[in-house]
């Protein structure tokens, strides 16, 4: 059974930082390519980050040069660290797997004083 458990969210003021993880279990993890997306409220799921088997990553440009996509193989964890945060990065965030399209459950990340 695939799982992807993300976690690290929470509520953080502008400019501050956050750290999630995405812990997956049931997959060969060093064969996928992991990405994280975000849906606010009323808006549809966006990429946010992604980072292939091989090492090579993405960006939304929103979110280039603030955000940073990273895996550890050995621990089959993602992670994405989270700088400079603004408002507009609040959204639950969730963590993708491919092939097989599996999701988490999701991390609210809300970004306000």
């Known amino acids: 059974q695939v799982q992807l458990v993300e976690s690290g969210g929470g509520l953080v003021q502008p400019g501050g930082s956050l750290r999630l993880s995405c812990a997956a279990s049931?997959?060969?993890?060093?064969?996928?390519?992991m990405a994280w997306y975000r849906q606010a409220p009323g808006k549809q799921r966006e990429l946010v980050a992604s980072?292939?088997?091989?090492?090579?990553?993405n960006y939304a440009d929103s979110v280039k040069g603030r955000f940073t996509i990273s895996r550890d193989n050995a621990k089959n964890t993602a992670y994405l660290q989270m700088n400079s945060l603004k408002s507009e990065d609040t959204a639950i965030y969730y963590c993708?797997?491919?092939?097989?399209?599996?999701w988490g459950q999701g991390t609210q990340v809300t970004v306000s004083s």
């Open positions: 980072i292939t088997n091989g090492g090579t990553t």
């Open positions: 993708n797997a491919l092939p097989g399209n599996y």
């Open positions: 049931g997959i060969i993890f060093r064969l996928y390519n």
